[in-house]
């Protein structure tokens, strides 16, 4: 089992920048494959980003293609996500969720088992 607590939100202006963490405690961090989700309000929760165990492999969201990083320090058992040219659209709690269940990245929710409390991140125009 593996603990997960998001840090880094804030509320930035359009175009700024902002760096979100999740730290692990538990389990062996590198044993999970982790993602970033983020829920707007009224809306469903969707995937942002995931990286592989050992962070060679990456995937993203197309609205945030070539604008967010995922990366992950499992000597630190945590995993950050750059968020930079921030756009309204972006204003959400982000979560980030760990699986022990995959090899492989995985943009689904359904395959996470465990989630952080989230952290809000407001972009303003």
């Known amino acids: 089992q593996v603990q997960l607590g998001e840090s880094g939100g804030g509320s930035v202006q359009v175009g700024g920048s902002l760096r979100l963490s999740c730290a692990a405690s538990?389990?062996?961090?590198?044993?999970?494959?982790m993602g970033w989700f983020r829920q707007a309000p009224g809306k469903e929760r969707e995937f942002v980003a995931t990286i592989s165990r050992s962070g060679s492999s990456t995937s993203y969201a197309d609205s945030v293609k070539g604008r967010f990083t995922i990366s992950r320090d499992n000597a630190k058992s945590t995993v950050y996500l750059q968020m930079n040219n921030l756009k309204p659209e972006d204003t959400a709690v982000y979560y980030c969720?760990?699986?022990?269940?995959?090899?492989?990245?995985?943009?689904?929710?359904?395959?996470?088992?465990?989630w952080g409390q989230g952290t809000q991140v407001t972009v303003s125009s």
């Open positions: 969720a760990a699986t022990g269940r995959s090899n492989n990245v995985r943009r689904d929710a359904g395959a996470y088992d465990y």
């Open positions: 538990g389990r062996t961090f590198s044993y999970y494959v």
